[in-house]
């Protein structure tokens, strides 16, 4: 009995050891592509040092391995014949080469018959031909509804050579807080922004998807709404909505929140940016923005936007000294 019972351990860990043989031998032949040439009928793979008889050799039957590694038939790899890891990897890549272009393509926004994509086709011809105003009034009514603060300021915009804009202040009036904190804030963000290729913002396909919601009438008119989403998480960008006139096609609002805050003391940024157009052109932009900050609470600004005509010269003042 006691060497029945000895035995039963023996048999069990043979067994053990041969299912552990064949799992590694299983594994080699799946994973590992590294052939040595052969040696004496032998064939040894240079990932793990297993040996395998070469079954094609003409001089005779293999040596036995040193050690057996299995007694059942081993499955071999011819030299020069690639391996299932080896063969797959090369198509998946190609694969991935061949499907990466076409996910870039999107399903049709709109219908191409509907009013609406011609509406969306009229938009994005008109993202190659907008030009920002190279002079515009400004009027910023800010606050801070927490403490009860309010601020105002007047100015005359102009760009500069590559888009910097430059303040002519006019008037700047209210509590100094909301003055320094909110306004100056807000123009100095701005002066940062125009440093960013506009393309990166743009509301184009290249950085946003589009799904069309349905039409709405807006002052009177009909407008087309469609759902914009950031195709990556990026500064500048919202999601939200854009409505685009029924007739030619131009931006008539835009709101949604910023998806990368801007700081860490800033939890949330809303922003609606409303536009007059007559004859097709925009005459005045009304963007009104909500910022949730972790310090003062909300801060709220109305910023009033329309093109002018070149005033007489006077010569810009500082807004951060008032």
């Not at 409505?243 to 700081?263: C, H, I, Q, Y």
């Amino acid at each position: 009995m006691l060497e029945q019972t000895r035995q039963n351990p023996d048999r069990t860990s043979t067994s053990a050891q041969s299912a552990a043989r064949r799992l590694g031998t299983l594994w080699c032949d799946v994973m590992h592509d590294s052939p040595m040439w052969p040696i004496h009928g032998q064939y040894t793979c240079r990932s793990c040092g297993r040996s395998y008889p070469v079954p094609w050799a003409s001089d005779g039957p293999a040596p036995a391995p040193a050690r057996t590694l299995d007694a059942r038939p081993i499955r071999i790899r011819e030299a020069g014949v690639p391996s299932f890891r080896s063969a797959i990897l090369p198509l998946a890549i190609f694969g991935l080469l061949v499907t990466v272009p076409l996910k870039a393509a999107d399903e049709p926004v709109v219908d191409a018959a509907s009013p609406a994509a011609m509406a969306f086709a009229r938009y994005t011809v008109g993202l190659e031909q907008t030009r920002p105003w190279s002079l515009e009034t400004v009027e910023i009514d800010a606050s801070l509804p927490k403490l009860e603060k309010h601020g105002r300021l007047r100015a005359i915009r102009r760009l500069l050579p590559f888009g910097k804009p430059e303040y002519q202040v006019l008037e700047i009036a209210g509590d100094k807080t909301v003055r320094q904190q909110v306004i100056v804030r807000y123009l100095s963000a701005e002066v940062q922004a125009a440093a960013i290729p506009s393309s990166t913002v743009a509301i184009s396909a290249a950085n946003y998807k589009f799904h069309y919601k349905g039409a709405v009438i807006n002052d009177g008119t009909l407008a087309y709404v469609f759902l914009i989403t950031p195709r990556k998480k990026r500064e500048g960008l919202i999601k939200g909505e854009l409505w685009l006139d029924g007739e030619t096609g131009a931006v008539v609002r835009e709101s949604g929140f910023l998806v990368k805050k801007p700081s860490i003391f800033v939890k949330r940024v809303d922003v609606v940016k409303e536009t007059t157009l007559c004859d097709g052109n925009a005459e005045e932009r009304t963007t009104h923005l909500s910022v949730d900050t972790r310090l003062v609470g909300r801060a709220e600004l109305t910023i009033h936007e329309r093109p002018v005509a070149d005033p007489e010269p006077a010569s810009p003042q500082s807004i951060a000294g008032r």
